[in-house]
């Protein structure tokens, strides 16, 4: 008996684990059990094999490069996202903040629902209230505000992609000049009005450097690499890699200056010296583009008269760099030319003089013959395609700063419904360009020009951006009404009467990504996932508040996809023939001169490119640039420097978990020497006090040889005092509430932020 | 068979971390794990100053020191990568303190490391790294193309840096992840000539060798003791029962005495 109930038994086992072998290997093919039996073990099926991949294409946020992306999500979950191979831009790849798109989505801190303020304001009280509820007060409060000050009175503030919403569709429906980006007068004001007074045409979003072919490139205090746009990298390095020479103007020895050819740790602040004995050596040793700058330079006769003077034995004892450095450098600019340029960086407000530094980088550019010439800088154009046909604005042109597009600025002033022109101190405090944010704080505290009663704020991370955040506090305490539109509590949120919080990017539909380059595009934006929480996209906010405040007229689509069909409709195209064509329309460029048939490409008033400018002189301002010097470090002080890390941008990301485990805290770069001398040492945390008093929060230091002793740099958007960011509250510090002051540009506007100075303190 | 492999080149490499981000949302790392490192190398006193990259990652070796100490086979080599199957790891930790460039972690108590994007580059993909690197420092493929490439950067690098070199072309009997430096190795803090410890080629070569053959010598042994001790007991029982029936013979008739 008992011999026979074994072999039963025995026959079973093996009759079931058969079984279970086969139910195993079908169920790898219908992945949930086989993820259940995994998770049962530990283990984790990967993502791209637990059900059907959604893909959708979309233009990043996560830095204002916006590269063209794919975003694969499963089940309404988003799992990663990588570029769009068809993207002019990423062409495939992606950065780690790219990269980091779904964790910002994730991000557990998000604001959640709409809330209006319940306790002081700056004290972070709300309640939770519906859109309905949020919509009607803000609502309210803008019509009393327009009715009693004009609608003038209301400042938009906006950054990030979906600003067009807010400050460029709103603002001028609704009827205000006193719209602002941060990425003109914080950012690129004087490298833009500097390239229109020089040679006619903006640099735009995409600074058109012909890279495939360039041979030598300079550059003046970018740090590509740690600046991580996706596209410069490439390029770069292909360049790099290619055999390009490459020459780096930088007080700090960056990730790419321990690339170049050349490094010249620049005393900061004398880049315009070193600029001038650059022209001095190439029109001095006649080693520029003769035929070029014959046919296409104005003034070339008056440049050389000005710069005789300006040897590079002058500038050496002004830039604390080698005569022959700086003789060496220009010869290898001429030796490539015209494949050689000085690559226009993108954040170049730093001493107030900005526009000159810039005109003297263009000039430079223009003797090596490198604008319209093939491995120079190519001519971009931008795409062709209608604006959404909505009746004329109550304030028409661009009063958003640098959405305007080429050609169509006026070059006067926009006048609201009321009869005011911007309250920034366009024309009288600074001649030109687009709208400076800062310049609209003052009228916020004083009501001149006239008082600026509200503020809408989208996306800018207003107390971590704008220089002097002590100002901007007094300001926001006179305000009569704030709205705050984010997706995370940033600091100045807490400052806000009523909070909009926004769907992400990856959560949206949104305007157009119309891109001047080589090779124009324009790029879409779907919605991967529907919004989370109680979140709404900018398209829907404006639109809802514009229907309350009788503006019907501009808002006749009722849809996002309504709207972008519309103006696709333009140009024979939709949303669904995008996605045909992997979410990208690309264009034919027109960049070089053989593109422009004889016809002259300068859109300026000879058709050229003027080396002495008559619209500057006239202005009262110098037609060509010269040195001033800037203020020293007192002693004891350092000269506070700020830049980029990769995987971080501006103040947005620090919050970001994948990001910030990747850099949770910026740290104070000190030379080795100096910190030897002051007793500090490498990894030690102190504090910071500017020339007014100012104090930042403890940072570690990084002792180091790569910057020089007068100079100390830190990584910008940290040391964030907001409780609400669980990640970033107090991490790090916050080079912006150490600018207490900056020099204001008296051309674009710009503020120039490195004429701030800190000493260390090492106990408090 | 194909072997494949990395091509790492930290000529190219400018630190953006792109890679490091990649593979931990592409493999979706649990935070505070990482499979790659960046972290910048500086040499020299201002201004006259030389930096470079180190990715400091799995270099999945030939003779991979982390799979010569796996006792459970869960490190193993497939198409020239040193492969991971977590399900089959104890947490002993062996390969945490055998690896000669400190790559595998424990996680959960399972070792944790690189293993080439396996699943992705099986379903006809590239590992997540290679995919996005803006510079293109990284690429993937098979071993012979890698290495040609390899030298043809290495090369070209020369121009810039007279000590530029391929890296793991033979290093611990070739590397899975083949670099371009722009430098002499121990410049970049990589040892010039790796070595897996001599004690793990004596656990390798020799102890573990040798435990088969003692078990296998232990277990002949215990069924030999076995044989022969059950004859020994059926030897003593029968000569019991002889002794036993010789008794009762003389005391009782027998009629089955040798039936048992």
Request: with cysteine; glycine share 8%.
């Given at each position: 008996?008992?011999?026979?109930?074994?072999?039963?038994?025995r026959?079973?086992?093996?009759?079931?684990?058969?079984?279970?072998?086969?139910?195993?290997?079908?169920?790898?093919?219908?992945?949930?059990?086989?993820?259940?039996?995994?998770?049962?073990?530990?283990?984790?099926?990967?993502?791209?094999?637990?059900?059907?991949?959604?893909?959708?294409?979309?233009?990043?946020?996560?830095?204002?490069?916006?590269?063209?992306?794919v975003?694969?999500?499963?089940?309404?979950?988003?799992?990663?996202?990588?570029?769009?191979?068809a993207?002019?831009?990423?062409?495939?790849?992606?950065?780690?903040?790219?990269?980091?798109?779904?964790?910002?989505?994730?991000?557990?801190?998000?604001?959640?629902?709409?809330?209006?303020?319940t306790?002081?304001r700056?004290?972070?009280?709300?309640?939770?209230?519906?859109?309905?509820?949020?919509?009607?007060?803000?609502?309210?409060?803008?019509?009393?505000t327009?009715?009693?000050?004009?609608?003038?009175?209301?400042?938009?503030?906006g950054h990030?992609?979906?600003?067009?919403?807010?400050?460029d569709?709103?603002?001028?429906?609704?009827?205000?000049?006193?719209?602002?980006?941060?990425?003109?007068?914080?950012?690129?004001?004087?490298?833009?009005?500097?390239?229109?007074?020089?040679?006619?045409?903006?640099?735009?979003?995409?600074?058109?450097?012909?890279?495939?072919?360039?041979?030598?490139?300079?550059?003046?205090?970018?740090?590509?690499?740690?600046?991580?746009?996706?596209?410069?990298?490439?390029?770069?390095?292909?360049?790099?890699?290619?055999?390009?020479?490459?020459?780096?103007?930088?007080?700090?020895?960056?990730?790419?200056?321990a690339?170049?050819?050349?490094?010249?740790?620049?005393?900061?602040?004398?880049?315009?010296?070193?600029?001038?004995?650059?022209?001095?050596?190439?029109i001095?040793?006649?080693?520029?583009?003769?035929?070029?700058?014959?046919?296409?330079?104005?003034?070339?006769?008056?440049?050389a008269?000005?710069?005789?003077?300006?040897?590079?034995?002058?500038?050496?004892?002004?830039?604390?760099?080698?005569?022959?450095?700086?003789?060496?450098?220009?010869?290898?600019?001429?030796?490539?030319?015209?494949?050689?340029?000085?690559?226009?960086?993108?954040?170049?407000?730093?001493?107030?003089?900005?526009?000159?530094?810039m005109?003297?980088?263009?000039?430079?550019?223009?003797?090596?013959?490198?604008?319209?010439?093939?491995?120079g800088?190519?001519f971009s154009?931008?795409?062709?395609?209608?604006?959404?046909?909505?009746?004329?604005?109550?304030?028409?042109?661009?009063?958003?700063?640098?959405?305007?597009?080429?050609?169509q600025?006026?070059?006067?002033?926009?006048?609201?419904?009321?009869?005011?022109?911007?309250?920034?101190?366009?024309?009288?405090?600074?001649?030109?360009?687009?709208?400076?944010?800062?310049?609209?704080?003052?009228?916020?505290?004083?009501?001149?020009?006239?008082?600026?009663?509200?503020?809408?704020?989208?996306?800018?991370?207003?107390l971590?951006?704008?220089?002097?955040?002590?100002?901007?506090?007094?300001?926001?305490?006179?305000?009569?009404?704030?709205?705050?539109?984010?997706?995370?509590?940033?600091?100045?949120?807490?400052?806000?009467?009523?909070?909009?919080?926004?769907?992400?990017?990856?959560?949206?539909?949104?305007?157009?990504?119309?891109?001047?380059?080589?090779?124009?595009?324009i790029?879409?934006?779907?919605?991967?996932?529907?919004?989370?929480?109680?979140?709404?996209?900018?398209?829907?906010?404006?639109?809802?508040?514009?229907?309350?405040?009788?503006?019907?007229?501009?808002?006749?689509?009722?849809?996002?996809?309504?709207?972008?069909?519309?103006?696709?409709?333009?140009?024979?195209?939709?949303?669904?023939?995008?996605r045909?064509?992997?979410g990208?329309?690309?264009?034919?460029?027109?960049?070089?001169?053989?593109?422009?048939?004889?016809?002259?490409?300068?859109?300026?008033?000879?058709?050229?490119?003027?080396?002495?400018?008559?619209?500057?002189?006239?202005?009262?301002?110098?037609?060509?640039?010269?040195?001033?010097?800037?203020?020293?470090?007192?002693?004891?002080?350092?000269?506070?420097?700020?830049?980029?890390?990769?995987?971080?941008?501006?103040?947005?990301?620090q919050n970001?978990?994948?990001?910030?485990?990747?850099?949770?805290?910026?740290?104070?770069?000190?030379?080795?020497?100096?910190?030897?001398?002051?007793?500090?040492?490498?990894?030690?945390?102190?504090?910071?006090?500017?020339?007014?008093?100012?104090?930042?929060g403890?940072?570690?230091?990084?002792?180091?040889?790569?910057?020089?002793?007068?100079?100390?740099?830190?990584?910008?958007?940290?040391?964030?005092n907001?409780?609400?960011?669980?990640?970033?509250?107090?991490?790090?510090?916050?080079?912006?509430?150490?600018?207490?002051?900056?020099?204001?540009?008296?051309?674009?506007?710009?503020?120039?932020?490195?004429?701030?100075?800190?000493?260390?303190?090492?106990?408090? | 068979?194909?072997?494949?492999?990395?091509?790492?080149?930290?000529?190219?490499?400018?630190?953006?971390?792109?890679?490091?981000?990649?593979?931990?949302?592409?493999?979706?790392?649990?935070?505070?794990?990482?499979?790659?490192?960046?972290?910048?190398?500086?040499?020299?006193?201002?201004?006259?100053?030389?930096?470079?990259?180190?990715?400091?990652?799995?270099?999945?070796?030939?003779?991979?020191?982390?799979?010569?100490?796996?006792?459970?086979?869960?490190?193993?080599?497939?198409?020239?990568?040193?492969?991971?199957?977590?399900?089959?790891?104890?947490?002993?930790?062996?390969?945490?303190?055998a690896c000669?460039?400190?790559?595998?972690?424990?996680?959960?108590?399972?070792?944790?490391?690189?293993?080439?994007?396996?699943?992705?580059?099986?379903?006809?993909?590239?590992?997540?790294?290679?995919?996005?690197?803006?510079?293109?420092?990284?690429?993937?493929?098979?071993?012979?193309?890698?290495?040609?490439?390899?030298?043809r950067?290495?090369?070209?690098?020369?121009?810039?840096?007279?000590?530029?070199?391929?890296?793991?072309?033979?290093?611990?009997?070739?590397?899975?992840v083949?670099?371009?430096?722009?430098?002499?190795?121990?410049?970049?803090?990589?040892?010039?000539?790796?070595?897996?410890?001599?004690?793990?080629?004596?656990?390798?070569?020799?102890?573990?060798?040798?435990?088969?053959?003692?078990?296998?010598?232990?277990?002949a042994?215990?069924?030999?003791?076995?044989?022969?001790?059950?004859?020994?007991h059926?030897?003593?029982?029968?000569?019991?029962?002889?002794?036993?029936?010789?008794?009762?013979?003389?005391?009782?008739?027998?009629?089955?005495a040798?039936?048992?």
């Open positions: 008996m008992a011999r026979t109930k074994l072999q039963i038994s026959r079973n086992f093996l009759k079931s684990s058969l079984l279970s072998a086969a139910a195993l290997s079908i169920s790898s093919c219908s992945a949930q059990p086989l993820a259940t039996v995994l998770n049962q073990n530990g283990l984790r099926l990967p993502w791209f094999r637990t059900g059907e991949i959604k893909t959708t294409y979309n233009y990043c946020d996560m830095c204002p490069w916006r590269c063209g992306i975003v694969k999500s499963v089940d309404g979950q988003i799992y990663k996202v990588d570029g769009n191979p993207d002019p831009k990423s062409r495939g790849m992606l950065c780690a903040r790219g990269q980091a798109g779904p964790s910002f989505v994730y991000d557990p801190d998000r604001l959640r629902a709409p809330m209006i303020r306790g002081a700056g004290e972070g009280k709300f309640k939770e209230v519906t859109w309905a509820e949020a919509l009607d007060y803000t609502a309210e409060k803008l019509k009393i327009g009715q009693a000050f004009g609608p003038e009175a209301v400042a938009v503030f990030t992609s979906g600003d067009f919403w807010f400050t569709y709103f603002a001028q429906a609704w009827g205000t000049p006193n719209a602002a980006k941060p990425s003109s007068s914080l950012c690129t004001s004087p490298r833009e009005e500097a390239a229109k007074l020089t040679y006619g045409l903006p640099i735009g979003g995409h600074e058109p450097v012909d890279w495939d072919a360039i041979n030598c490139i300079v550059l003046i205090g970018s740090h590509i690499g740690e600046d991580a746009r996706n596209t410069v990298m490439q390029d770069f390095a292909n360049a790099w890699a290619r055999g390009a020479k490459v020459i780096v103007v930088d007080p700090r020895f960056s990730n790419v200056a690339k170049a050819d050349y490094w010249l740790p620049i005393k900061p602040g004398t880049d315009t010296a070193l600029l001038l004995a650059w022209l001095n050596v190439l001095n040793e006649e080693r520029y583009d003769k035929a070029y700058v014959a046919d296409w330079t104005t003034g070339l006769e008056a440049l008269a000005h710069v005789a003077p300006f040897t590079p034995e002058w500038a050496a004892e002004i830039t604390d760099l080698p005569a022959e450095s700086i003789r060496a450098t220009a010869r290898l600019m001429a030796d490539n030319l015209p494949q050689a340029a000085i690559i226009p960086g993108r954040h170049v407000t730093w001493y107030g003089n900005d526009t000159q530094r005109r003297a980088i263009y000039m430079i550019n223009a003797l090596l013959g490198a604008y319209g010439r093939e491995g800088i190519y154009k931008s795409p062709y395609i209608e604006a959404y046909p909505h009746p004329p604005f109550a304030v028409t042109g661009s009063s958003g700063g640098c959405s305007a597009e080429p050609g600025e006026s070059a006067e002033l926009p006048l609201g419904p009321t009869g005011k022109a911007r309250a920034d101190g366009a024309r009288t405090n600074f001649l030109r360009g687009a709208t400076a944010m800062q310049e609209l704080i003052p009228p916020m505290i004083s009501g001149e020009p006239y008082p600026i009663k509200a503020l809408i704020v989208y996306g800018v991370n207003l971590n951006s704008i220089p002097n955040p002590q100002r901007t506090i007094e300001a926001l305490k006179k305000l009569d009404f704030v709205l705050a539109v984010d997706v995370l509590p940033q600091e100045h949120v807490a400052w806000a009467d009523v909070v909009f919080p926004e769907a992400t990017a990856l959560e949206r539909y949104d305007e157009l990504w119309v891109v001047a380059h080589k090779t124009p595009y790029a879409m934006r779907e919605p991967a996932i529907e919004p989370l929480y109680d979140t709404k996209p900018a398209w829907w906010m404006v639109r809802e508040l514009g229907l309350r405040l009788g503006m019907e007229p501009y808002f006749r689509w009722e849809t996002a996809e309504e709207y972008l069909d519309a103006r696709l409709l333009s140009i024979g195209s939709s949303l669904d023939k995008m045909q064509t992997n990208v329309i690309v264009q034919q460029g027109k960049p070089y001169f053989e593109d422009f048939a004889g016809e002259s490409p300068f859109p300026t008033a000879s058709g050229k490119i003027e080396l002495y400018s008559d619209e500057l002189a006239s202005a009262g301002f110098e037609p060509m640039p010269t040195y001033e010097p800037v203020a020293e470090p007192p002693a004891g002080y350092f000269r506070l420097l700020y830049g980029r890390h990769p995987v971080h941008t501006f103040a947005k990301t970001t978990p994948l990001l910030n485990e990747l850099y949770p805290e910026n740290e104070l770069w000190l030379n080795e020497d100096e910190a030897g001398r002051q007793g500090i040492t490498n990894g030690q945390y102190v504090w910071l006090e500017n020339q007014d008093g100012a104090r930042s403890p940072i570690k230091v990084k002792a180091t040889q790569r910057i020089r002793s007068d100079a100390v740099y830190m990584v910008h958007g940290f040391g964030q907001a409780p609400e960011l669980s990640r970033a509250n107090g991490q790090g510090a916050s080079d912006t509430k150490l600018q207490t002051t900056y020099a204001l540009d008296p051309i674009s506007g710009g503020a120039g932020m490195r004429v701030n100075f800190v000493r260390i303190v090492k106990e408090v | 068979m194909t072997t494949y492999a990395f091509l790492l080149d930290l000529g190219r490499c400018i630190g953006c971390q792109a890679c490091v981000a990649a593979c931990k949302t592409g493999n979706e790392l649990s935070p505070g794990v990482q499979y790659i490192h960046i972290s910048e190398q500086t040499r020299g006193v201002f201004p006259a100053l030389q930096s470079s990259i180190k990715n400091h990652r799995c270099y999945h070796c030939a003779d991979a020191a982390c799979v010569a100490v796996c006792p459970t086979g869960a490190l193993y080599k497939e198409d020239g990568l040193t492969r991971l199957d977590a399900s089959q790891c104890s947490g002993c930790a062996y390969c945490v303190d000669p460039f400190n790559v595998p972690q424990l996680v959960n108590g399972r070792s944790n490391k690189c293993d080439g994007c396996a699943e992705v580059v099986k379903a006809g993909g590239q590992p997540w790294c290679v995919k996005t690197c803006p510079s293109n420092a990284l690429m993937y493929g098979e071993r012979e193309t890698i290495m040609a490439e390899a030298h950067r290495a090369e070209a690098l020369r121009v810039r840096y007279p000590h530029a070199q391929v890296y793991g072309e033979t290093q611990l009997g070739g590397l899975g083949v670099m371009v430096l722009p430098d002499q190795p121990e410049q970049l803090d990589l040892p010039a000539n790796p070595q897996i410890p001599a004690v793990l080629n004596t656990w390798q070569n020799v102890v573990q060798p040798a435990s088969v053959g003692l078990l296998g010598f232990s277990l042994f215990t069924g030999l003791a076995a044989i022969i001790a059950r004859r020994n059926k030897q003593e029982v029968a000569h019991l029962h002889v002794q036993n029936s010789a008794e009762e013979t003389a005391a009782v008739q027998p009629d089955h040798n039936e048992t």
